[in-house]
């Protein structure tokens, strides 16, 4: 016991510390994306891909925005305190773009666009994205699979359509929005991870942050759920078929369905085709109607 509360409270000091930091990054990034304009527009580049099968964009102190496009080819566009030193390096072959960004330079006011063509993408495009000290971006697209990586800020994911998403966030908020995704894996350190749309499976794990899930579908898959200190909610429709199996170690676990509470609870819902596992070792379950 004394080991578990150990965790807990080491995992509270760590959030507390990082939250300082993270809001400082976060404020100055804030206050840079809030006020951009064209006149911010550093630099262009643009690349022609008949067919895109790979984007990998690696960066360090630079916001990244994944937007769609009605032009022919991919543009890049970079906003903000750029010089031709710390410009990024492009490598274009194979239907693969690979942008990466080495130098390391701790400003907070530097944006990367990459505006991708409809007219390119299939349900076969892959899309990597890795960043230290900034935010992350993407809305509307319907592609194969969708790999986001963050130290230090925000992933935003909105309407995307995809086989498979993984997050990992190690000081921030990850939120997935109206999105429907076959298999999704979120993972946080220092922060909370908010699930909302359509999704056959999830798999979300936060140290010291909460865990909030609003399905419009059933699970068709087996999904597990872990915080250390934090709360898990989990939105699901009338007619699911869970087995359910949560536990909180200092909470409580509740279920809407049943109207059970306890400190875990083993229950069916329908006819429980999938296994629906959370736990928590400081912080409340709750299994609610969609």
Known sequence: MIIVWGIAILALALFLI???????????????????SDD????????EIKDLEDLSIKLISESLEIQKTDEQNISVELYGSWHKAIEPEFSCKNNMLIIEQNKKNALYNRLVRVKVPSSIISKNTNFNASIVSGLF??????INRLNVSNVS????????????TNTNNVSGI???EQCKINQVTADSVSG??????SFDSVNANAVSGGISVSNNIDF?????????SGSISIDLPENSNASLNCASFSGRVSNEFT????????????????????ESVSGSISINKK
Do not use: H, P
Not at 21 to 35: C, D, E, H, I, P
Not at 153 to 164: M, R, S, T
């Open 18 to 36: 990082s939250s300082i930091m993270k809001g400082q990054n976060v404020l100055k990034t804030n206050r840079f994306l809030s006020s951009l």
């Open 259 to 278: 109207g059970s509470k306890d400190k875990a609870l083993n229950e069916k819902l329908g006819n429980g085709s999938y296994t629906l596992k959370a």
């Open 174 to 176: 990850s939120r997935i």
């Open 153 to 164: 800020g925000l992933i935003l994911i909105k309407n995307v359509i995809c086989n498979e």
């Open 137 to 142: 971006n993407i809305d509307n697209f319907d």
């Open 220 to 228: 068709t898959k087996d999904c597990n759920f872990n915080v250390t």
């Open 40 to 47: 911010d527009l550093y630099n262009t580049f643009t690349f």
């Open 192 to 197: 909370s991870i908010y699930l909302d749309g």
